[in-house]
């Protein structure tokens, strides 16, 4: 399988961290989607990653269909865990997806700043309460307890908690998330993230 992705996606990140815990072998195919990269216009029209060119030749895109297909066809380790679970899953990812048009939005805008926009501001609530809600989530559900398995939450988790770091370390608006840091800090060190950190 030839899996594309850059250096800096959330999305990217969530997929190749996925396919490295569920020990799915695949070259890694580095693009930066900005610069129109012509082999991943090829396999997605919409010239985007994540996506992951099966070895039939399937072209899959979308980060949530190339993780139902992957939960599929390699159910263990498992992603999808209980209602909570997702819960935490879909605040997480609601944060990635405020962030990363925050920073398209950038582009569209410029040399206006997006983030003062009337939708810019919107994205940022859209973070700042995601983070809320998440970390007051794994304060009632999770007791004080670490993370034990490498579910689509912990995944989702971390992945926006580096995101955020890598895009918005100054930003005045961000939130303490002491529960949160404390319950996937120690997964958090597994060769999955710690090899495919944003950069
Ligand atoms: N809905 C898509 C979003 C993917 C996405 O926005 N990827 C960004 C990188 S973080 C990209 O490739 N952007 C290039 C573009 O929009 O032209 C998913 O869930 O996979």
Request: aromatic content about 8%; hydrophobic content about 50%.
């Amino acid at each position: 399988m030839r899996f594309f992705t850059s250096p800096t996606s959330p999305y990217g990140r969530m997929v190749r961290v996925a396919l490295l815990e569920k020990g799915v072998a695949f070259d890694l195919a580095m693009v930066d989607p900005w610069a129109d990269d012509a082999g991943l216009r090829e396999v997605n029209p919409a010239t985007r990653v994540p996506a992951l060119v099966l070895d039939d030749g399937i072209a899959l895109s979308e980060t949530s269909v190339i993780l139902s297909w992957l939960e599929r066809e390699f159910p263990r380790p498992a992603l999808f865990g209980d209602a909570r679970c997702l819960r935490r899953a879909g605040l997480a990812i609601g944060v990635i997806d405020a962030a990363v048009q925050t920073i398209i939005g950038r582009k569209a805008t410029a040399p206006t700043l997006f983030d003062d926009t009337p939708l810019g501001l919107r994205r940022r609530r859209a973070m700042v309460e995601g983070m809320q809600g998440l970390e007051l989530q794994v304060q009632r559900d999770c007791a004080g307890a670490a993370a034990a398995h490498v579910e689509l939450d912990v995944i989702a988790s971390v992945v926006a908690l580096d995101y955020l770091q890598f895009r918005f370390a100054e930003a005045p608006w961000r939130v303490p998330t002491p529960a949160l840091d404390a319950w996937v800090a120690q997964l958090r060190r597994r060769p999955a993230f710690a090899d495919t950190l944003p950069r």
